[in-house]
């Protein structure tokens, strides 16, 4: 690891990002191919709250502010735990295999504007929730896709 660099946690959250119309919300991982997914993202520390990782990757890879007018995050109280995948083991510490992932939903006014972080993500799309869950890269994702119509938040 680089000097100044931390390793990262093996502690994330997805986020879901829909509309109340259940359309979701996928971004592409830069120089990923076409590896969709939604917002993700590790801990900055290890007492900060999911919720407030939640908060802060939406807004560092899609600009959208989750406590705008119209907007709802909902914790579903459900976790992922998988191994990390080899070519991002050297992001960890020595000897962490395997990572534990909240999942949340995130509803938004269908129009939100999105502003991706370039270095990180250069393209989205909206779909439908069952097209957003065969255009996920990652099982868990897909998932979570599937799961939207049960956990989503009723509208405002």
Request: negative net charge; glycine residues 8%.
């Amino acid at each position: 690891m680089p000097q100044g660099q931390r390793y990262k946690l093996p502690e994330s959250v997805l986020v879901v990002i829909h509309t109340p119309a259940l359309e979701v919300l996928l971004i592409r991982r830069t120089g990923g191919g076409e590896h969709w997914q939604s917002v993700t993202g590790s801990k900055d520390t290890p007492d900060e709250p999911f919720e407030a990782t939640a908060r802060r990757e939406v807004a560092e890879e899609t600009g959208i502010d989750t406590g705008a007018p119209g907007c709802v995050l909902t914790d579903w109280a459900l976790e992922n735990v998988y191994d990390i995948w080899p070519q991002w083991l050297h992001r960890y510490a020595p000897g962490v295999v395997r990572n534990r992932e909240r999942v949340f939903g995130l509803c938004v006014p269908a129009g939100t504007p999105v502003v991706l972080h370039a270095r990180e993500h250069d393209a989205f799309q909206w779909l439908p929730w069952r097209a957003a869950a065969d255009a996920c890269f990652s099982a868990s994702n897909a998932e979570a896709c599937l799961l939207l119509p049960r956990f989503a938040a009723p509208p405002a």
